[in-house]
């Protein structure tokens, strides 16, 4: 089936432990299309996946695992004592990522989609992304929130959790680049199931 109308293109973020998979999940259950970019890049460095031959060519083949995918703790001590490296492992990775994100809206596109929904957790970071979406939806919730979910969910302590929430966006700086905000915080799924429903609403789903 054809559109007769392009999709929406949603940008979906929020930082880690704010619930943003799970909104991404609940809007897929009103109908929209699912572009995960995290999910991409995960496969384009496991076993087989499109990136192996590149990493191991620009790397060498002691930073693919034994069973054929990237060999992540490796390569991440690596990227630790190289800056360059991480710059040179995205452009690998970045346009595979870029060629399937575009294939998958183009698929969702043909499908008749209302709304395409792109998860996409360094959206703020990226700068990029942006100028590439009709609108941007932002899962909101406290510092505080963050670390006790994935503390609970890990088994991460508190700062641990804290090193990675430092590497990303800020939550002022998430906020200030959202047109929709849902405070995922001190609510019941049932709640938080509605409010995606009152979004999904103003999306055509």
């Known amino acids: 089936m054809k559109p007769l109308h392009a999709p929406l293109r949603l940008g979906l973020t929020g930082g880690i432990g704010s619930g943003k998979s799970t909104v991404a999940r609940l809007l897929c259950d009103l109908g929209a ?3 995960d970019a995290d999910a991409i890049s995960r496969a384009s460095t496991s076993a087989h996946g499109a990136a192996i031959p590149l990493i191991a060519a620009q790397f060498g083949a002691h930073y693919i695992g034994e069973d054929g995918a990237l060999h992540r703790e490796r390569m991440r001590q690596h990227v630790f004592a190289d800056p360059q490296a991480k710059a040179r492992l995205e452009a690998i990775i970045h346009p595979l990522v870029g060629q399937q994100i575009a294939a998958q809206s183009g698929a969702w596109a043909e499908a008749g989609k209302a709304c395409i929904v792109f998860d996409i957790p360094l959206l703020v970071e990226s700068g990029h992304w942006r100028r590439r979406l009709d609108r941007v939806l932002v899962v909101d919730c406290t510092a505080a929130t963050q670390i ?5 969910r890990s088994g991460l302590t508190a700062a641990e959790v804290q090193k990675i929430m430092a590497v990303q966006a800020s939550r002022t700086q998430r906020l200030a680049g959202a047109d929709l905000v849902l405070f995922n915080d001190g609510i019941s799924m049932a709640e938080l199931a509605k409010q995606v ?4 609403l103003q999306f055509g789903l």
């Open 33 to 35: 299309g699912l572009i």
């Open 148 to 152: 006790e979910r994935v503390s609970a």
């Open 197 to 200: 429903r009152e979004v999904g």
